[in-house]
């Protein structure tokens, strides 16, 4: 009988036989003889988590979902929060921007007349100071080169999207060269940041056109010091490439099946470019003895002997992402500290230009008594962790859907909808009511995806959401 087993039993009136982030997992060991349920003497209370006093530009609060871990081994979750600061009353930053067009045959008609109404709307929200490159490509790449914007300047930038026109196929690889090409042309003036903006509606087919070859471009390019987002529009591009450029890319991603609001998200990624506050953000994990990693959620985690590092996007003013990571921990003596893991946060201040590393430690107190275990458990960090692990469900129903499985997609909606009620038990209904609904509208959308087109978007909705679940909320549009 493991830990969990032996704990649920002995839980009796409790009632929380049910939760399944209710009680940190154990790790298969034999249960302790000694364990009780009530104590006389209760173990030392836990720091209540909260934001930690920055040095730099970003806010960073972490939080254990289970403050208090059963002697011997379990598992709980991490998470931890960074916000870029806000910057009352400062003056935007000059930006170095290029937009790379994708004018295919498939972008005939609609979408392409939406996507120039989209670059014009950019031009005028751009001041003199601001430099703007404008690409389109199709079999070959067209472009006007990166120029100040100043009002001689964006009358030539309006002429020169007037004369976009679908022709080709879809070299996105020379597209994304191209566009870097002309923002290096412009780095090292009064722009802080350097940003290309990747629209496109279709699966690459000229040029670089596998999957490795095109997210080592986009590396290449972040690696340059130019920030990589991307935007899809309709149901025919590749999501989880255009996902990876933005990820490596350390930008945003958006997904639109109305072209129509292209204008929104390029007006939304100028902002996030115009209000940096920092770049090249790594959180580290430092895991002490006791303490290995089950996973990192939803985001390319690298480990390296003690240390896991997970690369994040830029930030903006106000900002915020998350990051949820499952650690096993043991916990040893009784009403003693149990170390979980080093933090590290280290990145490129952009208001001080310096660079900045915050650290601290996240530690448990270790006990035998069932109800100090459960009473305790953080609501907060139990929630992030269910939609966590909610996103994880959401992923695999994508991808059963994009099969056409539609009954087992809907399986893993419905096991969501069981994570959000347990979950629901710890932290209150009202909590979880809004996850909840969102689970409701995903099967609704199933239900209703009859022809491929809606199998299409309901399988691109659900992996928007579960970015956003996995805690990439400022950086998904």
Known sequence: MNRTVLFLALAGGLALTALVLGMPRGGGQPPTPHVVVTSPTPPPPVPP????????????????????????????????????????????????????????????????????????????????????????????????????????????MLQFIDGIWDDGGTNISAGLSVGRTQLASAMGGTATVNRLILMSDGQPTEGVSDEEGLKNVVKEIRASGITVSSIGVGTDFNEDLMQAFAEYGAGAYGFLEDASKLSTLFQRDLQQATTAVARNVELSFELPPGTTLGEVLGYRAHQAGNTVRVALPDFSAGQT???????????????????????????????????????????????????EVVQRQDKEATVYAARARSAQNLQKAAEAMSQGKKAEAKGYLSQNQALFEEAGVVAGAAAVAADQAEQTRAMQEYDDADSYEAQKAAVKNSKVKALKSFGRMGSTY
């Open 321 to 371: 992402e998350r990051v949820v990571a499952r650690l096993h921990v043991t916990g040893t003596t009784p009403g003693q500290s149990v170390q979980v893991a080093g933090l590290k946060v280290a990145y490129t201040d952009l208001l001080v230009q310096k660079n900045v590393e915050d650290q601290s430690m996240l530690a448990a107190v270790a006990t035998n008594v069932l109800e």
């Open 49 to 156: 988590p909260g934001p930690r006093a920055s040095t730099g530009s970003l806010q960073v609060t972490s939080r254990l979902s289970h403050p208090y871990v059963p002697v011997g081994p379990s598992e709980t979750y991490v998470t931890v929060d960074l916000t870029g600061a806000e910057v009352p009353g400062a003056k935007r930053s000059p930006v170095n921007l290029a937009v790379v067009i994708d004018r295919s045959g498939s972008m005939s008609g609609y979408k392409l007349q939406q996507a120039k109404q989209a670059a014009r709307h950019l031009v005028t929200l751009l001041r003199d100071e601001d430099r703007l490159a404008i690409v389109h490509y199709g079999s070959d790449v067209k472009s006007l080169p990166s120029l100040p914007a100043t009002s001689g300047n964006r009358e030539r």
